[in-house]
């Protein structure tokens, strides 16, 4: 039985009066699922979401994998449970691929009919394509490709199938992701350097397309680093 993977945490912005929790999936679903999570607001505020490169089940839905940030407006008391699959996870246990998902919200039933739990999915399901988070974790898509030794096109294929992003963007989300992790550090520019941006404009309008708000105003509300260590200390 091949080891379970290295967790997958994703950065919660949070937002005023929003409070947030994860928790680990149970040793034999780590494979597909992230992190179970919840949140409740205690009054009116918008959250921002950021691409992740994964596909939520909220309640009935499935959340497709979003290509830009989508900023949630709450009201008080609203409240919402999910749980996001890694990336590649969904196309792995329904046989649905992501790319019919991209940017979209549709009731689970809608695409799959009566559905089993994930349990049952996960015991016969294939492993998620490991291509896809390891896309994510790399500065080179590039030379991942030559290492693998498959073609542009062939990469591309299976990325789109698995997570419904090409390598470039699925590699984008990933170092933003990273970079919104690891903080500011001793300067932007220094930080973008790092994470393999030409410069400090060029990571701030790479992140702007994304995220709709630059690494510099994104630190500066609710911090971002100190909100998903939270989360992490919370897989212990």
């Known amino acids: 039985m091949a080891p379970n993977p290295e967790p997958f945490d994703v950065v919660f912005l949070g937002a005023p009066g929003v409070s947030y929790t994860e928790r680990a999936p149970l040793p034999e679903l780590a494979p597909w699922i992230a992190a179970h999570w919840s949140l409740h607001a205690s009054h009116a505020t918008s ?13 009935q839905d499935v959340v497709g994998p979003f290509t830009r940030a989508v900023v949630v407006d709450l009201e008080p008391g609203d409240a919402a449970r999910g749980i996001r699959l890694r990336p590649g996870a969904f196309s ?11 940017d979209m919200r549709v009731p689970l039933r809608d695409l799959i009919g009566h559905p089993r739990s994930l349990r ?17 974790r790399t500065a080179d898509p590039n ?22 992003h090409g390598a470039k963007r699925l590699a984008r ?5 990273a970079l919104l992790r690891a903080g500011r550090g001793e300067s932007w520019a220094r930080t973008a350097v790092e994470f393999g941006f030409f410069d400090e404009a060029h990571m ?12 510099h105003s994104l630190a500066m509300a609710d911090s971002s680093k100190a909100v998903s260590e939270t989360a992490v200390r919370m897989h212990a």
């Open 204 to 215: 701030v309008n790479d992140i702007r397309q994304l995220a709709g708000a630059t690494p």
């Open 173 to 177: 989300i990933g170092r933003m992701q």
């Open 47 to 59: 959250l921002r979401v950021l691409p992740d490169g994964c596909i939520d089940i909220i309640g």
């Open 143 to 164: 030379q991942l490709r030559r290492d693998s030794g498959y073609s542009e096109r062939h990469l591309r294929r299976r990325l789109i199938a698995a997570t419904g």
């Open 120 to 136: 049952d999915l996960a015991a016969v399901a294939a492993r998620p394509d490991p291509l896809a988070e390891a896309v994510m």
């Open 92 to 102: 792995a246990l329904f046989g649905i691929p992501a790319s019919e998902l991209i």
